[in-house]
């Protein structure tokens, strides 16, 4: 059974981001089971699923009663559309959704995942304001090394240039600004400079053609920046001066993550719409939306006016039922209580590594942190390209897994380790990820030192 898996992944399996000739000669890891905050491989080894599978299976795993409402919505209706018809669990699901948003969102248009949910929202803020009556609006501007999709129009928003530069020309309409990684900023610099960069970003590009802005409440890419005090706020000023509207990307803040519903309400601010996937079902169906407020909506309920977009699979029946399933469980252990109680011991974990050479910061929110890696603590030096793929690709990954933690080591920014482990997770599973992590990241700081001497 388990060579069977091998076999046939190896040989038909298109693996997404991966470099498959890297399991030429290696085991393509085949996740087959999870319980709670683990996942076990093909060969009952355990793991801590130390990042929800990819930030997304928020309830933790194996939670058969998700599985137990889509067999039911199997049974009374499989599938209909939302377009033009509309079924029960959309319908509901929808009005959960704003019943748990904060002000005037309310109005839901379901997608398949978060890719969709943000070409959807770039869509709709361009169509928002040509039914206004100011066609011209229809460029997006997002921050530098943010993730939002590989769609082409996400993609325009996703400001990472190695997965931007190979699909070029991208969408039209994109503009970048900076992020809001202040771990190597200087000390004078205004904390809210990033903000500040937004509106000159603007008015650069002329007021009359920026749609929108998209930010994520804590940015994912670079590892976990979270925005200065003030910053929304300042950002929200700028968009209302300007007439651009503020999506909020929280395909991974959104549903417990930082401790909330949604990311903005950890930073009290209120974007003009939300998109989500992900924690929505806790990925245990496929299902992303774009959360509008009432004034988005307006123009599109009278008369004529269409917002003339969709997929057939948005908000399919059994991935709604799955979420308002999801949703039942986050409610009944709250989950969100859970993450806001535990966060800080969490954090601390995460702190008590800076004893360790090679950590330079540790950052983020609620259930979602990354340790900056560093080849010089005080000058905050960091690895070049080829150290870095030695480190992260060469060493750390592996180990990390093989000792029985997944987790991230990224490099789409400087390198990073990034832990969002399932919101369950408590004091065993932080000790857990420390025994790992603990000596993991010793012996990579030993390596380092073994590279640069030869
Ligand atoms: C903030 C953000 N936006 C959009 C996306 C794209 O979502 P999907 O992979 O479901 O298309 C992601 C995926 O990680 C994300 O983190």
């Known amino acids: ?27 393509v890891p085949v996740i087959v089971r999870g319980d709670g905050c683990y ?82 929202a770039w869509k709709l803020a361009k169509s928002y304001h040509a039914v206004r009556g100011e066609p011209t609006r229809h460029k997006l501007i997002s921050r530098h090394l943010a993730y939002h999709g590989t769609s082409m129009g996400a993609l325009t928003a996703t400001g990472v240039p190695a997965l931007r530069t190979p699909f070029e020309p991208l969408t039209p309409g994109g503009h970048h600004v900076p992020n809001t990684n202040s771990y190597r900023w200087s000390e004078d610099r205004d904390p809210l400079w990033a903000a500040d960069a937004i509106e000159e970003a603007i008015l650069f590009e002329g007021p009359s053609t920026v749609a929108a802005v998209i930010l994520e409440p804590v940015q994912n890419s670079g590892g976990c920046f979270v925005p200065q005090d003030g910053y929304f706020q300042r950002v929200r000023e700028i968009c209302d001066r ?8 929280e ?59 969709g997929f057939t699979f948005g908000g399919h029946p059994m991935a709604c039922a799955v979420a308002l399933a999801n949703i039942d469980v986050m409610e009944r252990e709250d989950l969100c209580g859970h993450v806001r109680a535990n966060e800080l011991r969490f954090r601390e974990m995460l702190e008590s590594l800076r004893d360790l050479p090679i950590v330079g910061d540790v950052r983020g929110a609620g259930y ?28 750390l990954s592996g180990e990390l897994f093989s000792r029985g933690l997944i987790c991230r080591t990224d490099d789409r920014g400087d390198p990073v380790v990034q832990l969002s482990p399932p919101l369950i997770a408590g004091e065993e599973q932080f000790a857990e990820i420390e025994s790992i992590l603990r000596p993991v990241l010793s012996e990579a700081w030993k390596r380092i030192g073994r590279w640069s001497s030869q």
């Not at 009374?76 to 959309?90: D, I, K, Q, V």
Request: glycine share 10%; proline share 2%; with cysteine.
């Open 1 to 27: 059974m388990s060579s069977d898996l091998q076999e046939q992944a190896k040989r038909h399996l298109w693996m997404h981001f991966t470099r498959m000739g890297a399991y030429e000669d290696s085991e």
């Open 242 to 249: 300007h007439g651009v509207l503020l999506i909020s990307d």
């Open 39 to 120: 996942v076990y491989d093909e060969h009952g080894k355990r793991y801590l699923d130390g990042l929800s599978a990819l930030y997304c299976v928020n309830i933790g795993h194996g939670r058969a009663e998700l599985g137990q409402a889509a067999a039911r919505q199997a049974q009374e209706l499989g599938f209909y559309t939302n377009w033009s018809y509309a079924h029960p669990r959309s319908i509901e699901l929808a009005a959960r959704i704003a019943a748990l948003a904060p002000g005037n969102l309310n109005r839901v248009f379901f997608t398949s995942g978060g890719s969709e949910a943000v070409e959807s």
């Open 251 to 309: 395909v991974i803040c959104a549903w417990g993550r930082l401790g909330h519903w949604f990311g903005c309400e950890r930073f009290d601010y209120r974007p003009d719409m939300i998109t989500m996937a992900k924690g929505l079902t806790s990925a245990y169906a496929p299902l992303g939306a774009v959360l509008a407020g009432d004034h988005i909506a307006e123009p599109f309920l009278h008369g004529t006016e269409t917002f003339t977009h």
């Open 368 to 395: 979602f942190q990354a340790i900056e890696l560093v080849k010089d603590r005080d000058s905050k030096l960091t690895f070049d390209h080829e150290e870095s793929e030695l480190l992260l690709r060469g060493f």
